[in-house]
């Protein structure tokens, strides 16, 4: 089984800041990557997929990058909707993984 | 738009089957180039695929490892949904459950959109 690994596990910030989340496969997922929002009580929601292919509807202050075993989300200019909690998913086959998610909260 | 509702009872007793249904509205259970899923998740193992069913000429099923032989995800296109049940439940199948579409065609996806969601406490 691939094994999902996000780096911070919490992250604190304000409003304006840029943010970067890690995301790391325990082998090789080429650009099989998914990145979601998940908000208290509410399902997760996609934002980027392909690695780098932001979701129809999602703002462009997210993007990401990556490619193998290295992964990052980054947030570029925080609004108040996107403290939340971040998840990455490997679909390099079909039993899919997620990491464990990074909290992100305000400073 | 492509919505998914999930129904079924929040409540199971240990050892009983657990069965939850996800009705989809947008596209149909049959398509060619979908998926449909099941995940689940809890604090102890966060986010956990179960599971998934798809046409291609034919119905397919994919299951995790970790549940292959409690787990069934049956289509029904009478009523264009999918179905979960999994048997001889513990508490340690206590967990929020989603249903999610896989958009894609390949071997593996990312999901989109989700159910809202169903916590399922597995409690005498």
């Known amino acids: 089984a691939i094994r999902m690994t996000q780096s911070p596990s919490s992250l604190s910030a304000s409003t304006g800041d840029r943010v970067t989340i890690t995301c790391r496969a325990s082998?090789?997922?080429?650009?099989?990557l998914a990145w979601y929002q998940q908000k208290p009580g509410k399902a997760p929601k996609l934002l980027i997929y392909?690695?780098?292919t932001l979701q129809s509807g999602v703002p462009s202050r997210f993007s990401g990058s990556g490619s193998g075993t290295d992964f990052t989300l980054t947030i570029s200019c925080l609004q108040s909707e996107d403290f939340a909690t971040y998840y990455c998913?490997?679909?390099?086959?079909?039993?899919?993984?997620f990491g464990q998610g990074t909290k992100l909260e305000i400073k | 738009q492509v919505q998914l509702q999930q129904s079924g009872p929040g409540l199971v007793k240990p050892s009983q089957t657990l069965s939850l249904t996800c009705a989809i509205s947008?596209?149909?259970?049959?398509?060619?180039?979908?998926?449909w899923n099941w995940i689940r998740q809890s604090p102890s193992r966060g986010l956990e695929w179960l599971g998934r069913?798809?046409?291609?000429?034919?119905?397919?099923?994919d299951y995790a490892v970790s549940v292959k032989s409690r787990i069934t995800i049956n289509p029904d296109t009478s009523k264009n949904q999918f179905s979960l049940q999994l048997n001889s439940v513990t508490p340690e199948d206590t967990a929020v459950y989603y249903c999610?579409?896989?958009?894609?065609?390949?071997?593996?996806?990312?999901?989109?959109?989700w159910g809202q969601g169903t916590l399922v406490t597995v409690s005498s």
């Open positions: 947008g596209d149909s259970v049959s398509s060619n180039s979908a998926a």
């Open positions: 082998q090789g997922i080429s650009s099989y």
């Open positions: 069913t798809y046409y291609r000429s034919k119905w397919y099923n």
């Open positions: 392909a690695a780098s």
């Open positions: 998913q490997q679909y390099y086959s079909y039993s899919v993984s």
């Open positions: 999610a579409r896989g958009p894609k065609t390949a071997a593996g996806t990312e999901f989109d959109p």
